[in-house]
Every structure is written in C-alpha cells, then in structure tokens.
C-alpha cells in the first residue's frame, strides 16, 4: 500500500475516485511528476491539483519475470511500462493485461489509456490498457 503523506494525498485520493490528478504550477502552468513542494520549470510555491486525460504514449517497456518483493509473487510476469502523458509528464505504471497478452509483444509507441482499481478503502492504483 502506498504512503499517504500530504504532499501525495491529494494524488492517491483522485485515483480512488477513478482520476488520475497531477499537480499544475499556477505561475508557469507547467505540470509536474513527480510531485514536489515547488514547481521544476519556475521554482514557484503556488499550484493546484488537475484531473489529467490519463491519455498517453509507451515510451518503454520491460516484463519481470523475477518477483523481487512477494506482494507482487501472483502477478509475475507482469509489465512495467513507462508512459508519456499527453499533458508532457512521464510516469512509470504496471499495463492492465489480465491475459498476459502484452509478455513479448512490443508496447513502445503504443497510445494507452488509465484505468483504475480500489485496492482499499479510499486507495486507488492506476494501470494503462493499450488503446490502438
């Protein structure tokens, strides 16, 4: 599970209510990930939480066959995938491919798309499903 600080609050909150929300500077618009206490183009304080299209593009992707931590023992192989969002942050995320369908195929240049799932009560985790 993930640690809820209150930098992050505002994040995990909106991925439980099925969005995913970045953090947008009020001085410079710029959006940031990962999330930060100043803005990284204009170091400016002020900023608010946005509801992102969730819309992006594969920039790369590995499958784990090693189950480095137990919790995720169930789910090997599983793909890790970096995405580009179309609003310009880069976030890294696990792909939503029950089948394993994806395990040699090659995702990079792939348009996703977020989807959500309650993992707790008020915790929300986002994967992407290939969309083209």
């Known amino acids: 599970?993930?640690?809820?600080?209150?930098?992050?609050?505002?994040?995990?909150?909106?991925?439980?209510?099925?969005?995913?929300?970045?953090?947008?500077?009020?001085?410079?618009?710029?959006?940031?990930?990962?999330?930060?206490?100043?803005?990284?183009?204009?170091?400016?304080?002020?900023?608010e939480w946005a509801e992102m299209s969730g819309r992006g593009r594969v920039l790369c992707h590995l499958v784990f066959h090693q189950v480095y931590h137990p919790a995720w023992r169930a789910d090997a192989p599983y793909s890790v995938i970096q995405i580009q969002l179309d609003e310009g942050p880069r976030l890294f995320s696990n792909v939503d491919d029950p089948t394993h369908a994806d395990i040699g195929t090659d995702l990079v240049g792939r348009r996703v798309e977020a989807v959500f799932e309650t993992v707790a009560d008020g915790i929300g985790l986002h994967r992407f499903r290939v969309v083209d």
């Open 1 to 47: 599970m993930p640690a809820i600080t209150p930098l992050n609050e505002p994040f995990w909150r909106g991925a439980a209510d099925g969005m995913l929300c970045l953090q947008r500077c009020l001085d410079c618009g710029h959006v940031r990930f990962p999330l930060g206490p100043v803005c990284t183009e204009c170091l400016s304080e002020r900023a």
